[in-house]
């Protein structure tokens, strides 16, 4: 059965929670998330490619990725990275590059809950700007990215279990 995936947005209130449980190791799910040729495998909608134009591996670093679909259209997402805790927790800035005015950047914590049987959960709250900026993000079509992305993640999790004794 397939992990589910919940995405709690209050209403009134200016974040958003997305919490997903995965069968892997906390060490291995969290360098999905921060080991660049692992994450272009699984960040984002099935129909869209991914590259990284930095990656930070460290607090104060940026980071800079881009979706592009099979038209060559592009999608640029970047922000700083605030804390860098392996493999406990990630904090950063987050920002779409497409929209018509800048400002809307959002702050993301990462919680990687280690759980038994070699399981863990991921809790991630994004705190926006604005209300407007929260259901912005919501309507985006978020939802199918994240989905998408996190089945994908369960497919690459599952080939990668026998790296999980080299991490």
Same mark, same amino acid.
């Given at each position: 059965?397939?992990?589910?995936t +919940?995405?709690?947005a209050e209403?009134?209130k200016q ?5 997903r449980e995965?069968d892997?190791? !906390?060490?291995l799910?969290f ?9 272009v !495998?699984w960040?984002?909608p099935?129909?869209?490619?991914m590259r990284? %134009?930095?990656?930070a ?13 099979e ?8 922000g700083?990275c605030?804390?860098f805790?392996?493999p406990?927790?990630?904090?950063r800035?987050?920002e ?12 993301e914590t990462?919680?990687?809950d %280690?759980?038994?049987g070699?399981?863990t959960?991921?809790?991630?709250q994004?705190v926006?700007?604005?209300?407007? +900026? !929260? ?6 079509g978020?939802?199918r990215?994240?989905?998408e992305?996190?089945? !994908?993640?369960d ?7 026998a ?5």
């Amino acid at each position: 059965m397939a992990n589910k995936t +919940d995405i709690i947005a209050e209403a009134g209130k200016q974040e958003l929670f997305i919490k997903r449980e995965f069968d892997a190791p !906390r060490e291995l799910v969290f360098k999905a998330y921060t080991d660049p040729e692992i994450l272009v !495998r699984w960040l984002g909608p099935k129909n869209l490619k991914m590259r990284i %134009e930095q990656n930070a591996s460290a607090a104060g670093q940026p980071w800079r990725f881009i979706h592009s679909d099979e038209n060559g259209n592009e999608f640029g997402f970047h922000g700083v990275c605030h804390d860098f805790t392996a493999p406990v927790r990630l904090i950063r800035t987050f920002e779409f590059e497409g929209l018509p005015d800048t400002g809307h950047v959002s702050l993301e914590t990462a919680i990687f809950d %280690e759980l038994p049987g070699g399981r863990t959960r991921v809790t991630v709250q994004s705190v926006f700007k604005s209300l407007e +900026d !929260r259901d912005g993000m919501i309507a985006s079509g978020m939802e199918r990215g994240v989905n998408e992305g996190f089945e !994908r993640l369960d497919e690459v999790l599952a080939g990668n279990k026998a790296d999980a004794q080299a991490i």
